[in-house]
């Protein structure tokens, strides 16, 4: 097997990539990420991610040109509705990129994230997966989130404290948003 595995930021990176080692599969890293806003916020994470990687010596892809306009063009009439559609367009990419490079399987670390709606994202990864002729690899990393935490800090990672997307930012700060989630 070799896998490419959609990453969104090096702390979401930390406890896959040990369990992939120590399972000895090859991967790679790729990321696409077109939710994550503002710019500046996008190019942190990415700079971290590519500089994880280096330091690892695990070979890292992005997916360029940054392409912000395209999420929001496809969430802006039902931001409510967004997570599906941004799963989709990042494990879109993912695939693509997968077949185009000749790599069997591949996978993301949204599976890491206690934040995300693993049932949907396998399913969707699973479509795609069929619809490129590969295969998606599923595994629950969230049972490694509080080691990954835990390292990231370690590590002096930085850490976001929502998804990427303006729409999450605002329902992390936003405090109209904060009475919703009391009711």
């Known amino acids: 097997m070799n896998l490419?595995?959609?990453t969104c930021c090096a702390p979401c990176l930390l406890y896959p990539a040990r369990y992939l080692n120590g399972e000895g599969l090859t991967?790679?890293?790729?990321?696409?990420?077109?939710?994550?806003h503002p710019y500046q916020e996008y190019q942190r994470r990415t700079a971290q991610l590519a500089a994880?990687?280096?330091s690892e010596n695990i070979p890292y892809y992005e997916d360029t040109p940054y392409a912000m306009r395209d999420f929001?063009?496809?969430v802006a009439q039902e931001p409510d509705r967004r997570c599906?559609?941004?799963?989709?367009?990042?494990l879109k990419k993912t695939a693509a990129f997968a077949q185009e490079r000749g790599y069997s399987h591949f996978s993301t670390t949204l599976l890491y994230s206690r934040f995300q709606n693993h049932a949907l994202i396998?399913?969707?990864?699973?479509?795609?997966?069929a619809a490129h002729d590969l295969t998606f690899f599923y595994h629950d990393f969230r049972e490694g989130w509080v080691e990954g935490v835990q390292r990231s800090k370690e590590l002096g990672m930085y850490r976001q404290q929502y998804c990427g997307c303006i729409f999450s930012e605002q329902e992390r700060y936003d405090p109209q948003f904060q009475k919703r989630k009391k009711q």
Do not use: D, K, S, T
């Open 27 to 36: 991967f790679a890293v790729f990321a696409a990420n077109p939710n994550i």
């Open 84 to 90: 599906p559609i941004c799963y989709r367009m990042r």
């Open 122 to 129: 396998e399913a969707i990864g699973e479509e795609l997966a």
């Open 52 to 54: 994880y990687c280096q």
């Open 72 to 74: 929001l063009g496809a």
């Open 4 to 6: 490419l595995l959609h």
